[in-house]
């Protein structure tokens, strides 16, 4: 059989139309490229329950597939969000809410008040600063389709401000089916009424993540404030793109096939320079604080003058530039409650204010009866910050008097091993540095680490009765002005027993191509707002 | 033969059940807790522990070893332990992306480097034979993530022809899956045309020499048919050597180019795995891992009785 030019020519041609046909059959399910928003987060989303993992991505993943009772607005002030009404009874001690019209989950059912108490009660088993409060909850009846009360022992200042927050663990309304998961197990299923669908179909676990616009979302009609306010999606889709290598990233926002890049490396943003069409921004304008844990259980930081030492040891500016390199990028930071936050203030900050002095760090640490053995100080040798931090201040360590010992390992093995009780010389450690956003900084309830409760508290393990008391002083006030002057007791008596040690505060631009609306705010990455303009 | 299929088929199980053992002991004795890493960093050392509960990862090692082992003998990977996915579907899922790069960038690397190979042998000492084992030399030398960028900052960035990253299914379209395959393959490839090109020279070097090519020249066979015909398939035997442990540490070490160029392929998927800690993912990459160098050595060690008739099993 012999084949002419001709029959060649067509076979190829039908080839090529076989082989093109499941993309043209997909282009009608799948937005325009001018429809959807590509963006690089900050990290892979590992676990798509919010309450399971206080991953911040996982929140980011929440934010878009379900929506909150409260957000929080520019002011730090919480808004109602899915709740239309709500009122305080006279005695303070119960709280009532009432759902707006017409919220539906994504499956079409309606949003009922049995779903936010199922929703409320599993944050509750997990969340600390909803711990802190359940504490003072009697009960949570649901009195109607669209009714519910928090009802209170006894008065507490921070319900709504819990309900509202952004951060880790965040309350997200699921219907009640999946609300009454057990708290240590995964929800299976995720349906939401937020603003996005999940579209699990699309996903590719490790590299790529859908949310597709969800129809049956009822958005506010005040304009976008921080998680509050109306969010209105404005394209078809969101993927979140997990591009492991900066460099690639980079390339890829260059050449348009990205439009976000949620933390670009700061030595690669020279490359982004010229390009009209991509702007850096910082859209977290609180960013983000790097703290050094000492572990109180053992020598020599079981003694308050060596956790002293440590705060005229270190240099924050110093190890800052040693990662972000322009001063645009970083500032130190001397207040308990991170700077920028409504709690920042400048109690007792003469250690900082005086910056290094490795004389008075000796004398401190001389007074301190310290021995010189060895101290173990965890090295994260894979994430830049904590490396060069770990890195910068052992050597400081080294010239006030510690005899330090580095133990490089991953991020896994620091996270591992900082759960070690025991000594530093049988595979426990003295110092472990990591980093949370300053937001998180400002509440000395919402975040874990503030907690001075010795071994029932985070890692580290500090422990100091009046910083117990003042918490929860701080939690029971009533206004903002309260508040504030209570975290100035707060640092006072912080900065004297010394829980921890801050190396910096940092604010990241993002990459942002072609797009507007953006809203910036700490501890998220909201897309409602957000439309492309190319 | 069928009684060597037999007796490899058979070796091959013990091998897996070293390697699983190995591996096993391995990552557990290795600091890591996948539950510190799942629960995130404002966890509280209960919530950490509720999960390693959950996990099972507070059992005992042997009974942790038992549980996995029972699973795979009766064929199951495991499911794993931050998505829920059973580590089968995921290795599937990203099986076609590597196996997609590794195809390609050995059709490319042996279409070229055995020309260039056979044509260096025939012209040994020309300038053409220089330049082919010049660039041999650079293809070694060059890292695969430096030839990566220097593809994307050409042809992407600049002539914008081709994607920077990312893979598109051979069911989205010959061409787009094509496309995002170009680059990659190429950066990879490299290094393996100048293997390949190196090997096929020295091994035709050496069948040239011998007695019975003189005797073909001495009567008058054509030069295309005595190298291609005659010299090549005497020659084959260590370039399909060569091919086959290419192909296999393709499919298992493609991380870097999968890394640069964002493909979703086994590469990541391990090391993904391994810096969360994710066991069973990581246990069941590297059983079927080295399922594939056997299998691969194995098909190779077949080619040979094709390839050289006084080569039996």
Request: aromatic share 10%; glycine share 8%; with cysteine.
């Amino acid at each position: 059989m012999t084949t002419s030019r001709r029959r060649f020519t067509q076979g190829a041609i039908a080839a090529g139309a076989i082989a093109g046909a499941p993309a043209i059959g997909r282009a009608q399910t799948t937005p325009p490229v001018s429809r959807t928003i590509r963006g690089v987060m900050h990290g892979d989303l590992r676990v798509f329950d919010p309450v399971w993992t206080t991953a911040n991505i996982t929140s980011y993943h929440a934010h878009m597939v379900y929506d909150t009772l409260f957000g929080v607005d520019s002011k730090y002030q919480p808004q109602p969000q899915m709740v239309g009404k709500h009122g305080l009874s006279d005695d303070r001690k119960t709280y009532t809410f009432e759902l707006r019209d017409g919220l539906k989950f994504s499956d079409g059912t309606a949003v009922t008040a049995r779903d936010c108490v199922a929703s409320i009660r599993r944050w509750a088993a997990r969340d600390g600063a909803a711990q802190h409060m359940f504490a003072r909850v009697a009960d949570t009846p649901v009195k109607d389709d669209k009714t519910f009360q928090i009802v209170l022992k006894e008065p507490y200042g921070l319900v709504l401000d819990n309900m509202a927050k952004t951060g880790t663990n965040v309350l997200f309304v699921m219907r009640e089916k999946e609300a009454q998961t057990d708290p240590n197990q995964q929800v299976q299923t995720i349906i939401g009424s937020g603003p996005f669908i999940f579209n699990q179909g699309a996903m590719v676990q490790g590299q790529r993540y859908v949310y597709d616009k969800n129809p049956n979302y009822n958005p506010r009609s005040e304009p976008a404030s921080y998680s509050a306010g109306g969010k209105v999606v404005k394209v078809d889709r969101v993927v979140y793109e997990n591009i492991a290598d900066e460099a690639t990233a980079i390339a890829a926002i260059k050449a348009g096939e990205i439009d976000f890049i949620e933390y670009p490396n700061v030595d690669l943003l020279d490359q982004l320079e010229g390009d009209s069409a991509i702007t850096q921004e910082v859209l977290n304008k609180q960013g983000n604080m790097g703290w050094a844990r000492l572990n109180f259980l053992y020598p020599p930081f079981n003694n308050v003058k060596a956790r002293q030492a440590m705060l005229y040891t270190v240099h924050p500016s110093d190890v800052m530039k040693a990662t972000f390199g322009n001063p645009k990028f970083f500032r130190g930071c001397g207040s308990l409650f991170g700077c920028g936050t409504p709690m920042e203030n400048d109690a007792n900050t003469e250690w900082f204010k005086g910056g290094q002095n490795f004389a008075k760090a000796r004398q401190l640490l001389k007074e301190s009866g310290y021995d010189g053995r060895p101290v173990v100080v965890l090295q994260a040798t894979n994430v830049a910050y904590m490396n060069n931090a770990a890195t910068l201040i052992a050597q400081w360590m080294k010239e006030a008097g510690f005899n330090v010992s580095l133990q490089a390992s991953d991020w896994g093995g620091v996270v591992t091993r900082r759960a070690v009780k025991t000594p530093p010389d049988q595979g426990g450690w003295n110092v472990f540095f990591t980093s949370a956003s300053v937001n998180a900084f400002g509440n000395p309830i919402g975040l874990v680490g503030h907690a001075a409760t010795g071994e029932k508290g985070w890692f580290g393990w500090p422990s100091d009765e009046k910083h117990e008391v003042l918490r929860d002083k701080w939690a029971a006030a009533a206004t903002d002005d309260e508040r504030k002057a209570i975290a100035r007791e707060m640092q006072e008596n912080a900065w004297n027993f010394v829980p921890h040690i801050y190396y910096g505060q940092w604010f990241q631009p993002s990459a942002l191509r072609n797009l507007k609306g953006m809203i910036g705010m700490p501890e998220l990455v909201p897309f409602w707002n957000v439309e492309k303009t190319a | 033969m069928i009684a060597y299929i037999v007796r490899r088929l058979l070796s091959t199980a013990i091998v897996l059940a070293i390697v699983g053992l190995f591996v096993f002991m391995l990552l557990h004795l290795a600091p890591g807790d996948p539950a510190a890493i799942i629960a995130g960093d404002n966890a509280t050392e209960a919530q950490i522990a509720q999960i390693r509960k959950l996990l099972g990862l507070e059992d005992a090692l042997a009974v942790q070893f038992g549980r996995w082992g029972w699973r795979i003998l009766q064929g199951d990977l495991g499911i794993s332990i931050f998505s829920n996915t059973p580590v089968a579907t995921l290795i599937l899922q990203r099986m076609e992306p590597t196996i997609s790069l590794a195809v390609m960038t050995m059709l490319v690397a042996v279409s070229l480097a055995i020309v260039a190979g056979v044509f260096s042998a025939a012209r040994a000492g020309s300038a053409f034979d220089r330049l082919v084992m010049g660039f041999a030399v650079l293809g070694f030398s060059a890292p695969v993530f430096v030839v990566g960028y220097v593809l994307v900052y050409i042809f992407s960035i600049n002539l914008r022809w081709l994607p920077v990253q990312g893979y598109k299914p051979i069911a989205d379209g010959l061409w787009e899956w094509l496309r995002h395959l170009i680059l990659p393959s190429i950066a990879l490839g490299l290094a393996y045309v100048a293997l390949i090109a190196r090997i096929t020279r020295a091994s035709m070097l050496d069948v040239l020499a011998e007695d019975y090519m003189r005797t073909a020249r001495a009567k008058g066979v054509s030069q295309p048919v005595m190298l291609m015909k005659h010299a090549l398939k005497n020659a084959a035997v260590p370039i399909v050597t060569i091919i086959g442990i290419g192909v296999a540490l393709l499919i298992s070490g493609v991380v870097i180019t999968e890394t640069v160029f964002n493909i979703p392929g086994i590469g990541r998927l391990t090391v993904d795995a391994i810096s969360k800690r994710d066991y069973p993912i990581i246990q069941g990459v590297i059983l079927v891992f080295a399922g594939v160098y056997v299998a691969i050595n194995l098909l190779v060690d077949l080619a040979y009785t094709l390839l050289d008739p006084r080569i039996r099993y």
